[in-house]
Every structure is written in structure tokens, then in C-alpha cells.
């Protein structure tokens, strides 16, 4: 299993950028993906998800600026980010959590997923 993850960089506050997580290995529409963020010295913290039929989560902190989109075609996840601010900064990463019943939804902690990306750098400057 793999889950590769891209598009990191640097901008400016106000700016965009797009990431990318492709994942192999995996039955891709059978899986909550989510983008979780760290900084050094914090915890990994979730940013937003989405399930298996398409139904995002975000966290407040992203709420209407950043979208999650899948295309199981593609076994590709997106991660749309604007108005970015720098306390946005951090890696980013990818996760997979497969579901295990209808019921299951997009969880918000660590521990609720099965798989992980490497990681992308996001800096934002202001």
C-alpha cells in the first residue's frame, strides 16, 4: 500500500495550492480519506475528509476555504486550499481508513485510519 502525496509548497498569504495524494495497493472507493496537518512541536491534527460516497468534513479552522475532492478513477484524492494564512503552514498528509460499515464515517483522529502518505511541506508567508 501506498499513498503518494504532492503539490507542497510556498506561497504567499491569500494564495492557493492544490495537493494530491495517488494511493496504489488499495481498493480505493472502499476507503475515508482524509488530510491531516502537523507542525513541529504539535500534534498531527485533522484538517478534512471525505467519505466513500463523497460527503466532506472539515474542521473549523478550514472551513470555506479549503474543499476535498476524490475521483476513484484516478485512485486520487485532492486537497483544495485557499485564502491561505500562515498558521496554515505545516506537512500535510494523506491517510486512508477503510470502511468497515455503512455507518462508517470520517473520523478525525489518528488512530481512525489504516494507511499514511509522506508527507508535503505547506509554507505560507505573510
Known amino acids: 500500500v501506498q499513498l503518494q502525496a504532492s503539490g507542497g509548497g510556498s506561497v504567499q498569504a491569500g494564495g492557493s495550492l492544490r495537493l494530491s495524494c495517488a494511493a496504489s495497493?488499495?481498493?480505493?472507493?472502499?476507503?475515508?480519506l482524509a488530510w491531516f496537518r502537523q507542525v513541529p512541536g504539535k500534534d498531527r491534527e485533522f484538517v478534512i475528509g471525505?467519505?466513500?460516497?463523497?460527503?466532506?468534513s472539515d474542521s473549523d479552522s478550514v472551513k470555506g476555504r479549503f474543499t476535498i475532492a476524490r475521483d476513484n478513477s484516478k485512485n486520487t484524492v485532492y486537497l483544495q486550499m485557499n485564502s491561505l494564512q500562515p498558521e496554515d503552514t505545516g506537512v500535510y498528509y494523506c491517510?486512508?481508513?477503510?470502511?468497515?460499515?455503512?455507518?462508517?464515517?470520517?473520523?478525525?483522529?489518528?488512530?481512525?485510519?489504516?494507511?499514511w502518505g509522506q508527507g508535503t511541506l505547506v509554507t505560507v508567508s505573510s
Open positions: 491517510a486512508a481508513a477503510r470502511i468497515t460499515s455503512v455507518f462508517y464515517d470520517v473520523g478525525r483522529r489518528e488512530s481512525d485510519y489504516d494507511y
Open positions: 495497493g488499495i481498493w480505493f472507493s472502499s476507503y475515508v
Open positions: 471525505i467519505s466513500g460516497r463523497g460527503r466532506p
